[in-house]
């Protein structure tokens, strides 16, 4: 079911093993204690040879061990009953020598926040681009998890403190488990064009109002990804190759603008102002109405710098009678309140 926590494999395999090995232990006892009470012993005595054969105390019998039956039953119990014991032992040193009960329960407070997690990004992938992508959206503080299918790859993220799911993204199960459903974006940004395009699609049919961003390596591929239903897509090569350029033809304006230079916020923060990006959710009071409504709503303390549609596309001052459309993202420039 959409939503449902996956169940506890490590608490599972601890509690399977332990429930195995005393079962065999309370069956081997309870039979063999049977066998001796239909051959004439007394109930007590049954179940105190029972449990020193099983144990190898040795006293000796308690009532003589004559009969065909009675000795095939304890030589059963001498072989059946201490098995059953050392699997119910191993199964405990297991515990302590593998710290299973610490890495269960790690593992339920990874489900109980992923179960938390709503309006996330859903991050395809960790390598190079899904690794930054990782560290600027931690840096935000805003939600995500890793999908990936690289067991060195999830232990990195996990050794970040990322949320992690082992799977392929493509699969429905694994994207349920990720709560694509309420998830706000994801990233497909795996290095094959293809499978992004796979995911992209199995996205878009299981969340129709998330917003999808999606990696091509080839150029050919941006029609095939706009078709399966990404909001975004980035080349890669084409977008180095574009800040190459632009920081030789436009090197003090890209200097400025540089997201890891902090003069224009700080000089931004100066002038009571910052530059602001304003989702307009499916639920959002500001969904089909004209842009308008956002100003008026800001009192003079805003200046819309562009419109960035669900398609993405961009409107460039867009004009105050613009409806704003549920995945639609206004650009501000806003002077802080007080």
């Given at each position: 079911m959409p939503g449902s926590a996956p169940k506890n494999h490590h608490i599972r395999r601890?509690?399977?093993?332990?429930?195995?090995?005393?079962?065999?232990?309370?069956?081997?006892?309870?039979?063999?204690?049977?066998?001796?009470?239909?051959?004439?012993?007394?109930?007590?005595?049954?179940?105190?040879?029972?449990?020193?054969?099983?144990f190898g105390v040795g006293y000796g019998e308690v009532e003589p061990v004559d009969t065909g039956i009675e000795r095939f039953t304890?030589?059963?119990?001498?072989?059946?009953?201490?098995?059953?014991?050392?699997?119910?032992?191993?199964?405990?040193?297991?515990?302590?020598?593998?710290?299973?009960?610490?890495?269960?329960?790690?593992?339920?407070r990874k489900l109980k926040?992923?179960?938390?997690?709503?309006?996330?990004?859903i991050i395809c992938g960790f390598g190079r681009i899904g690794q930054t992508i990782a560290r600027e959206l931690h840096r935000a503080g805003q939600p995500f998890l890793v999908l990936d299918r690289d067991a060195a790859r999830l232990a990195e993220a996990e050794a970040h403190g990322y949320l992690t799911i082992d799977g392929d993204a493509g699969d429905e199960d694994v994207l349920t488990r990720a709560h694509i459903d309420t998830a706000r974006?994801?990233?497909?940004?795996?290095?094959?064009?293809?499978?992004?395009?796979?995911?992209?699609?199995?996205?878009?049919?299981?969340?129709?109002?998330l917003r999808i961003l999606a990696r091509a390596e080839n150029p050919a591929t941006e029609k095939?990804?706009?078709?399966?239903?990404?909001?975004?897509?980035?080349?890669?090569?084409?977008?180095?190759?574009m800040q190459i350029a632009h920081r030789i033809t436009r090197p003090s304006l890209l200097g400025v603008l540089d997201d890891d230079a902090s003069f224009l916020k700080n000089d931004l923060e100066e002038l009571d102002v910052e530059i602001s990006e304003t989702p307009i959710e499916p639920d959002s009071h500001l969904a089909g109405q004209p842009l308008t409504a956002f100003l008026d709503g800001m009192k003079g303390r805003c200046i819309v710098l562009a419109l960035r549609h669900a398609d993405g596309t961009n409107?460039?001052?867009?004009?105050?009678?613009?409806?704003?459309?549920?995945?639609?993202?206004?650009?501000?420039?806003?002077?802080r309140a007080g």
């Open positions: 601890i509690l399977t093993q332990i429930l195995i090995g005393v079962g065999i232990f309370a069956t081997v006892v309870a039979l063999a204690t049977l066998v001796y009470i239909l051959e004439g012993w007394d109930p007590g005595n049954a179940l105190y040879m029972v449990i020193i054969t099983i304890t030589m059963l119990t001498i072989i059946a009953g201490p098995v059953a014991t050392v699997y119910v032992l191993g199964a405990l040193v297991k515990i302590i020598t593998e710290k299973e009960f610490q890495k269960a329960f790690a593992e339920n926040t992923m179960d938390a997690l709503k309006r996330h990004t974006n994801l990233a497909a940004v795996l290095p094959n064009d293809m499978v992004n395009v796979f995911i992209t699609l199995t996205a878009r049919n299981m969340n129709p109002a095939k990804l706009r078709q399966a239903g990404a909001n975004d897509i980035i080349l890669p090569a084409f977008a180095g190759g409107s460039q001052h867009p004009a105050p009678h613009t409806l704003l459309q549920p995945g639609d993202r206004i650009v501000s420039l806003i002077r």
